[in-house]
């Protein structure tokens, strides 16, 4: 059998599963779930269809790491699969997260003037626009946006331009598939600098992961559109843009805060590659100047004072057993006041989180170190964050994607099946089946601490095969 038809009946099977994928989660979600042993089996289904989609993404990434990918049809075709799959998914509608909706929601307030960071966007619920919305499956809960104000301009620049709901999601969903696209276009372009040799697999790994495809054309959620400016910000420092990369990473904070994460990484990577500091620190200064413009050009509209980030704090307060913290911060309130236990889990976790950069910055001594530094990063957050949510997954799988190497391939494999099997327990909860509290355990169980065991299980396995059959396939060349 050729690789051509390899490919072929991969992307065939993986199409059919993603329709698959789509009616499950549509059958599990509150408006149309069954009761009883229906639902449960309709639940068995979906994490069998999602362990088998798995095996496919698999077998693709094992045909492109034997090189039978490298040229001709076979290699054109799994490039354009993927995009078929995230073209297909636009056309539907989100069915296990409400973000599209209240991005929406955000939009409309700032249509009619009304602020999102001054406003809880639950207010909406009892506007006509708001009733239409839950109509469509929107759940009003949330408070005033923790997002950036590009972010929120896009929003309303959408609402404005297509107040009718379904041309509005339609349209932020289509915003986010193309920035997800775009990542893939950075992940390529980045080891084309850094190490062509894995190219094609490090662009299939993000390219084809059911995560990124269905979180982003299939929910709409907004990380796609950070995710591209750190990749971007990355691309730039690796070809010595630093002022350029500097006003990429503010445009990356301005969409979610996160965005930010990577800078140490690369401030220390262009002090130990460059060979005039001074030059360097001139062109970082230039490119802090005009990011801080930017900021406070996209800022000054929507300034409130400090309440501006009130949506932001709340979102980084640890959610009760939400995540690693979560479970820390039901500990910790039992022996001192909520607000003392939360600045208390905000001051460990900050340190420990800060800890790990630091030791990630050891790391960085060339364009590899660099890219294994940010993927070491991002797991770690995933881990410290103050909640878990199954998007949160795709930050780590793009990082990862830059090293695919077999220990950063396995990481992306076991943060991307535990973000597909954790993808629909929030909806479970909301069918009844568990409460909050019980949820955000088990969340916490499959989403963080499953990855992390599965991880921890190779790292102390590996030794017992000695270095040479674990070694990473992966050569870098210089940058």
Same mark, same amino acid.
């Given at each position: *059998?050729?690789?051509?038809?390899?490919?072929?009946? &991969?992307?065939?099977?993986?199409g059919t599963?993603y329709?698959? %994928?789509?009616?499950?989660?549509?059958?599990?979600?509150?408006v149309?779930a069954?009761?009883?042993?229906a639902?449960?089996?309709i639940?068995?289904?979906?994490?069998?269809v999602?362990?088998?989609?798995?095996?496919?993404?698999?077998?693709?990434?094992?045909?492109?790491? !034997?090189?039978?990918?490298?040229?001709? !049809?076979?290699?054109?075709?799994?490039?354009?699969?993927?995009?078929?799959?995230?073209?297909?998914?636009?056309?539907?509608?989100?069915?296990?997260?409400?973000? /599209?909706?209240?991005?929406?929601?955000?939009?409309?307030?700032?249509?009619?003037?009304?602020?999102?960071?001054?406003?809880?966007?639950?207010?909406?619920?009892?506007?006509?626009?708001?009733?239409e +919305?839950?109509?469509?499956?929107w759940?009003?809960?949330?408070?005033?946006?923790?997002?950036g104000?590009?972010?929120?301009?896009?929003?309303?620049t959408?609402?404005?331009?297509?107040?009718?709901?379904?041309?509005?999601? +339609?349209? &932020?969903?289509?915003i986010?598939?193309?920035f997800?696209?775009?990542?893939?276009? *950075?992940?390529?372009?980045?080891?084309?600098?850094?190490?062509? #040799?894995?190219?094609?697999?490090?662009?299939? +790994?993000?390219?084809w992961?059911?995560?990124t495809?269905?979180?982003?054309?299939?929910?709409?959620?907004?990380?796609?559109?950070?995710?591209?400016?750190?990749?971007?910000?990355?691309?730039?420092?690796?070809?010595?843009?630093?002022? =350029?990369?500097m006003?990429?990473?503010?445009?990356?904070?301005? =969409?979610?805060?996160v965005?930010?994460?990577?800078?140490?990484?690369?401030?220390?990577?262009?002090?130990?590659?460059?060979h005039d500091?001074?030059?360097?620190?001139?062109?970082?200064?230039?490119?802090?100047?005009?990011?801080?413009?930017?900021?406070?050009?996209?800022?000054?509209?929507v300034?409130?004072?400090?309440?501006?980030?009130?949506?932001?704090?709340?979102h980084s307060?640890?959610?009760i057993?939400?995540s690693t913290?979560?479970?820390?911060y039901?500990?910790?309130i039992?022996?001192?006041?909520?607000?003392?236990?939360?600045?208390?889990?905000? %001051?460990?976790?900050t340190?420990?989180?800060a800890v790990?950069?630091a030791?990630?910055?050891?790391?960085?001594?060339?364009?590899?170190?660099l890219?294994r530094?940010?993927?070491?990063?991002?797991?770690?957050? +995933?881990?410290?964050?103050?909640?878990?949510?199954?998007w949160?997954?795709?930050?780590? &799988?793009?990082?990862?994607?830059?090293?695919?190497?077999?220990?950063? /391939?396995?990481?992306?494999?076991?943060v991307?099946?535990?973000s597909?099997?954790?993808?629909?327990?929030?909806?479970?909860?909301?069918?009844?089946? *568990?409460?909050?509290e019980?949820?955000?355990?088990?969340?916490?169980?499959?989403?963080?601490?499953?990855?992390?065991?599965?991880?921890?299980?190779?790292?102390?396995?590996?030794?017992?095969?000695? #270095?040479?059959?674990?070694?990473?396939?992966?050569?870098?060349v210089?940058?």
């Amino acid at each position: *059998m050729t690789s051509t038809t390899r490919v072929v009946l &991969i992307g065939g099977a993986s199409g059919t599963l993603y329709a698959a %994928t789509y009616a499950l989660q549509r059958s599990i979600a509150p408006v149309h779930a069954g009761t009883g042993s229906a639902l449960t089996w309709i639940v068995t289904l979906y994490l069998v269809v999602t362990v088998v989609q798995f095996v496919l993404y698999g077998m693709l990434i094992s045909l492109a790491s !034997r090189g039978a990918l490298e040229s001709g !049809r076979a290699r054109a075709l799994a490039l354009v699969f993927p995009v078929l799959f995230n073209a297909a998914l636009l056309a539907g509608r989100p069915s296990l997260s409400i973000d /599209v909706f209240t991005y929406i929601a955000h939009g409309y307030q700032a249509s009619i003037g009304q602020s999102p960071y001054a406003h809880p966007v639950k207010e909406v619920a009892e506007m006509p626009f708001g009733r239409e +919305l839950a109509r469509f499956g929107w759940i009003p809960v949330h408070g005033v946006s923790p997002y950036g104000p590009i972010w929120t301009e896009i929003e309303a620049t959408v609402v404005r331009a297509t107040p009718d709901i379904p041309a509005a999601m +339609l349209a &932020i969903k289509t915003i986010v598939t193309l920035f997800s696209l775009g990542c893939a276009l *950075m992940i390529w372009s980045i080891l084309a600098k850094v190490a062509p #040799r894995p190219q094609l697999i490090g662009t299939l +790994l993000y390219l084809w992961n059911p995560v990124t495809i269905v979180e982003f054309a299939g929910e709409g959620h907004n990380d796609a559109v950070m995710m591209f400016f750190m990749l971007l910000s990355l691309f730039l420092w690796l070809r010595a843009r630093e002022g =350029v990369s500097m006003v990429a990473t503010a445009c990356a904070a301005l =969409v979610k805060v996160v965005g930010v994460m990577l800078v140490p990484l690369e401030l220390v990577y262009a002090w130990r590659t460059h060979h005039d500091r001074r030059r360097l620190v001139g062109q970082i200064l230039v490119g802090a100047g005009i990011a801080a413009g930017i900021a406070v050009l996209v800022l000054a509209p929507v300034w409130i004072g400090w309440h501006t980030f009130d949506g932001l704090r709340a979102h980084s307060r640890p959610s009760i057993l939400a995540s690693t913290p979560g479970v820390l911060y039901w500990y910790l309130i039992r022996s001192h006041s909520e607000q003392a236990s939360a600045l208390l889990l905000s %001051t460990m976790m900050t340190g420990a989180f800060a800890v790990a950069v630091a030791f990630a910055c050891l790391m960085v001594k060339d364009a590899a170190s660099l890219l294994r530094a940010c993927g070491f990063v991002a797991v770690v957050y +995933l881990v410290v964050a103050p909640g878990y949510w199954p998007w949160y997954a795709a930050m780590p &799988i793009a990082l990862l994607a830059l090293t695919p190497d077999r220990t950063f /391939v396995w990481a992306i494999v076991a943060v991307s099946v535990a973000s597909r099997l954790a993808a629909p327990i929030d909806t479970l909860r909301l069918d009844g089946w *568990m409460d909050w509290e019980r949820e955000m355990f088990i969340v916490t169980i499959v989403g963080v601490w499953l990855p992390v065991a599965l991880l921890s299980i190779r790292a102390a396995w590996r030794p017992r095969y000695g #270095r040479s059959q674990y070694a990473s396939p992966v050569r870098y060349v210089s940058s």
